[in-house]
């Protein structure tokens, strides 16, 4: 079974530059999560879909971060305008439902890896 | 305030020994509790889970033990090898929260040979 897919794993921008991430997660999972991993720390809920409507966005900083997966399956992340404390590792999971996401069920992807300078 | 935490934030323990990493939560409706491993360069993977209504559960050569009276869970591998070296993250789960996971800040466990 294939697992979570990200793109890019590795970017390096300038601060006030636009950047966007994928993610594919594994195929029938109609959840999916976006985290930010800062360095030494655990990662954090930024925005969770259920298909392509919007469960909690509460921790995403929506003066800069936009989240869409329109179809219920890819989803993008974008960041306009970086800045310096945006650099981190973005994550993407995914799981068959909420339920099953706390029930040990959420998938993890790579990761992409963000530098802003 | 929440938060899930770790006690300590490095480990280092001797091939073959047993290794104990340990997890303070605040939140005391938390109903579910997952530890993950985390290698570089990788996403989190999940290890073991336990219920709030259990105090142990036990994986292969893992052990969770969850004490509810002072909010405390421990992770504890057997036998622990070099593959074991990685960053475990304690994560909470509140079921009443659609799945969302509020993890910790993470253990780096590191083996020698």
């Known amino acids: 079974e294939a697992g979570v897919a990200q793109s890019p794993r590795y970017k390096i921008i300038e601060k006030r530059q636009s950047v966007a991430f994928w993610c594919n997660p594994i195929?029938?999972?109609?959840?999916l999560y976006w985290y930010q991993q800062i360095l030494g720390q655990g990662p954090k809920l930024l925005i969770q879909?259920?298909?392509?409507?919007?469960?909690?966005d509460s921790q995403l900083p929506k003066d800069r971060f936009s989240a869409e997966r329109l179809k219920g399956v890819d989803s993008t992340l974008k960041i306009q305008p970086a800045k310096l404390e945006d650099s981190a590792v973005y994550l993407c999971?995914?799981?068959?439902?909420?339920?099953?996401?706390?029930?040990?069920?959420?998938?993890f992807g790579p990761g992409t890896r963000l530098t802003v300078l | 305030g929440e938060s899930v935490g770790l006690h300590l934030p490095t480990l280092s323990v001797q091939e073959g020994d047993n290794s104990i990493i340990n997890c303070a939560y605040s939140?005391?409706?938390?109903?579910?509790f997952i530890w993950y491993k985390q290698e570089s360069g990788k996403g989190p993977q999940f290890i073991i889970d336990?219920?709030?209504?259990?105090d142990k559960r036990q994986g292969q050569r893992v052990t969770v033990l969850l004490n509810k009276t002072v909010k405390h869970l421990s992770l504890q591998i057997a036998a622990t090898q070099p593959g074991d070296s990685a960053v475990y993250f304690c994560?909470?789960?509140?079921?009443?929260?659609?799945?969302?996971?509020?993890f910790g800040q993470g253990t780096e466990l590191s083996v020698k040979p």
């Open positions: 999971a995914s799981s068959l439902d909420p339920a099953s996401g706390g029930l040990g069920g959420q998938y």
């Open positions: 994560a909470e789960n509140r079921a009443n929260q659609g799945g969302k996971l509020i």
């Open positions: 879909f259920q298909n392509n409507g919007v469960v909690d």
């Open positions: 336990i219920r709030s209504n259990m």
């Open positions: 195929s029938g999972h109609a959840t």
């Open positions: 939140n005391s409706a938390s109903d579910y």
